[in-house]
């Protein structure tokens, strides 16, 4: 599995950006995919992830509200809308692939449930 990451930019505080994970190889239906990100000087965090088993989606408590993840399954690819961006939402975005995706919030924000992990693309929000 290999994943391309795209959509990063700067934005001004209270703008929007649209991630893009686009993903090639087989998809595992008991897998998902998560989006994590990585401030300069912290360490990486979850951010939302997606189940396929039953599409349920798990978010971080910064994302409620703020990020919308969605999945086109023709283009093998799930976008992260962010809007309401605020300054401390900068960071660089991963994105990453699990084959086996155990339910519930800690397994999908747990870094080490993911097998592939895309590039990065960095998100700079100015004040």
């Known amino acids: 599995v290999q994943l391309q990451a795209s959509g990063g930019g700067l934005v001004q505080a209270g703008g929007s950006l649209r991630l893009s994970c686009t993903t090639s190889?087989?998809?595992?239906?008991?897998?998902?995919l998560g989006w994590f990100r990585q401030a300069p000087g912290k360490a990486r965090e979850f951010v939302v992830g997606?189940?396929?088993?039953?599409?349920?989606?798990y978010d971080a408590d910064f994302a409620k509200g703020r990020f919308t993840l969605t999945n086109d399954n023709a283009k093998n690819t799930v976008y992260l809308q962010m809007d309401s961006l605020k300054p401390e939402d900068t960071a660089v975005y991963y994105c990453a692939a699990a084959t086996d995706l155990a339910y519930g919030y800690n397994n999908v924000a747990r870094e080490t449930s993911y097998n592939y992990w895309g590039q990065g693309t960095q998100v700079t929000v100015s004040s």
């Open positions: 190889g087989r998809t595992h239906s008991r897998g998902g």
């Open positions: 997606i189940r396929w088993s039953g599409g349920l989606i």
